[in-house]
């Protein structure tokens, strides 16, 4: 099973989420943060790290002595990576999403695969907790090739939780795709709600189920609540607010650490994950 822990704005407690379920399953588990431009599951979770590995992309290069300008390859790429002017080929690493489809268009066989360094993919253990993740290399602005590159460190013998960077973007739809359920982790505020609607507005997209946790629950109001009832979106978790807890978070210490009693509430919402995918038949579309 695979479930990616998303939210539509930053600061709800996603990592938090992620990381006490990740604590509290009696399956073999690990945890990959997809949140490659800010990490912070390690601090938490302290691995014992056992590799790293630096990770490049393959972006195009042009051989223009062979170049028919025919301008193919600029117009599949849908990033604008590369640009034909007259008899002028022009291209931007920078915005170069390492996709590979300007290769297989390339009739005259004018690109030539170059290498950008993305960043680094660390692996380790927590405990018997698996944990990858991503570090993107300073000025780089593409986190997505990195993203598919922790994802591919996935152990399918294992349940993966997914940690996704906060907000709807790429980014984020890079890390849910392929999941088989999408925890959303908000808060009972105005911002809350409306970047909630966003991220489940993507999630329909996608078809991939999802539900809801409520973090610092008993503050704010209920419209959270009341959209839920309204698109018959499951509740599977209120965390109230709570001081200790971010107290705690402040030393480096994760919600099962703070609060020990959570990791039963955490191992019913894996239950209910179970039971709303086994009520609910799987139909999403087919995305690399």
């Known amino acids: 099973m695979i479930i990616s822990v998303a939210s539509g704005k930053g600061g709800t407690g996603k990592t938090s989420v992620a990381v006490a379920l990740a604590q509290s399953l009696e399956e073999p588990v690990e945890l990959l943060d997809c949140d490659v431009e800010a990490p ?4 938490f979770m302290k691995p014992r790290w056992e590799s790293r590995e630096t990770v490049y992309a393959q972006i195009p290069q042009v051989d223009e002595a062979q170049c ?3 301008r193919a390859c600029s117009q599949l790429c849908q990033f604008k990576a590369i640009l034909v002017l007259g008899e002028t ?5 920078e915005m170069c999403h390492a996709c590979g489809g300007c290769f297989l268009v390339c009739k005259p066989g004018a690109l030539i695969p170059a290498q950008k360094e993305l960043g680094e993919v660390e692996a380790g253990w927590s405990g018997d907790i698996r944990f990858v993740h991503g570090r993107l290399k300073i000025g ?6 990195l993203i598919r590159e922790v994802k591919k460190r996935r152990d399918p013998n294992r349940v993966t939780i997914l ?19 999408t925890v959303l982790v908000t808060e009972p505020t105005p911002f809350g709600l409306y970047d909630l ?6 999630l329909d997209r996608l078809r991939i189920p999802c539900g809801v ?5 008993d503050v704010g109001d209920r419209k959270v609540k009341d959209y839920l009832r309204a698109r018959g979106l499951p509740l599977l978790l209120e965390i109230p607010f709570d001081r200790r807890i971010a107290a705690g978070y402040a030393r480096g210490q994760s919600l099962i650490e703070i ?4 990791k039963a509430d955490m191992q019913n919402l894996f239950r209910e994950i179970q039971g709303l995918l086994k009520e609910t038949p799987q139909v999403r579309y087919a995305l690399p």
């Open 40 to 43: 912070n599951g390690h601090i």
């Open 68 to 70: 028919t300008y025919c």
């Open 89 to 93: 080929i022009l291209t931007f690493p």
């Open 140 to 145: 780089e602005p593409m986190s997505p090739p």
């Open 163 to 181: 940690d996704a960077p906060p907000g709807t973007s790429c980014p984020v739809i890079q890390t849910v795709k392929g999941s088989d359920f």
């Open 197 to 202: 609607k966003l991220a489940v507005e993507v």
């Open 213 to 217: 946790v409520i973090n610092r629950a």
């Open 259 to 262: 609060r020990p009693e959570l």
